[in-house]
């Protein structure tokens, strides 16, 4: 749906054996989780709600000069939300508009019927259907799932590498426990925040 990337549940997590776990340990997976994040959050801003968003339009590829690879929309124009319900897009070359307007009504999926007018595209937000906003809050979740198993990835690579720590003579014992401790705060931290965006998401959907 939406033609949205699925997060691999072995997203290239991995730890350096050889590093303490107050400082680079605890850096890594702080970044991967903060990464995690970021990508959740680019992923469920391009799932369509009734109110304008730029991230909805923004990587839509246009065929804009022949010979050379597409575009998208935010390498070719400012794209701004004056209304709640509108977006409008404002192409540096003028000559683009006619391209930009078709890739724009080329996305079924969004479902846009973009209006050019005075050197501009306007883009109304077309309303949801009941069945549409329910469907949508599924794939929300869907995609919630889908992070939730790779943070539990990265929790067990993260365990992984305190444990071969510890088997190398890095880590004592006591070293080992207090980093599983952390791994789990962190854990814990990132799946509040995931869970949390996502509500908020689902509740922007289902909002009328």
Same mark, same amino acid.
Do not use: C
């Given at each position: ?25 605890? %850096? ?59 977006? $409008? $897009? @404002? ?7 006619? %391209? ?6 080329? @996305? ?6 973009? *209006? ?17 906003? *329910? ?36 880590? @004592? ?9 952390? $791994?789990?705060?962190? *854990? %814990? ?8 965006? @996502? ?10």
């Amino acid at each position: 749906m939406n033609g949205l990337s699925v997060i691999p549940a072995n997203a290239g997590i991995q730890f350096s054996n050889s590093v303490t776990i107050n400082t680079v340990h605890r %850096k890594e997976l702080t970044e991967k989780l903060n990464q995690l994040f970021e990508h959740f959050r680019s992923e469920l801003a391009t799932v369509r709600t009734s109110r304008a968003n730029a991230a909805l339009i923004e990587d839509i590829k246009v065929e804009a000069y022949e010979g050379t690879p597409p575009l998208m929309i935010r390498e070719l124009a400012t794209i701004n939300t004056p209304e709640p319900n509108l977006l $409008v $897009v @404002s192409p540096w070359d003028l000559s683009l508009i006619p %391209k930009i307007e078709t890739a724009l009504r080329k @996305s079924p999926s969004l479902g846009f019927n973009p *209006i050019v007018f005075d050197n501009l595209i306007r883009v109304p937000m077309p309303m949801l259907t009941e069945e549409r906003r *329910i469907e949508l809050s599924k794939f929300v979740r869907v995609k919630l799932e889908e992070v939730r198993e790779t943070a539990r990835v990265i929790r067990q690579d993260a365990m992984r590498a305190l444990d071969e720590m510890e088997e190398n003579g890095i880590l @004592s014992e006591d070293d080992r426990f207090r980093g599983r401790e952390e $791994v789990e705060v962190e *854990i %814990k931290e990132i799946n509040a925040r995931l869970a949390k965006f @996502s509500e908020e998401k689902e509740a922007e959907i289902l909002r009328i």
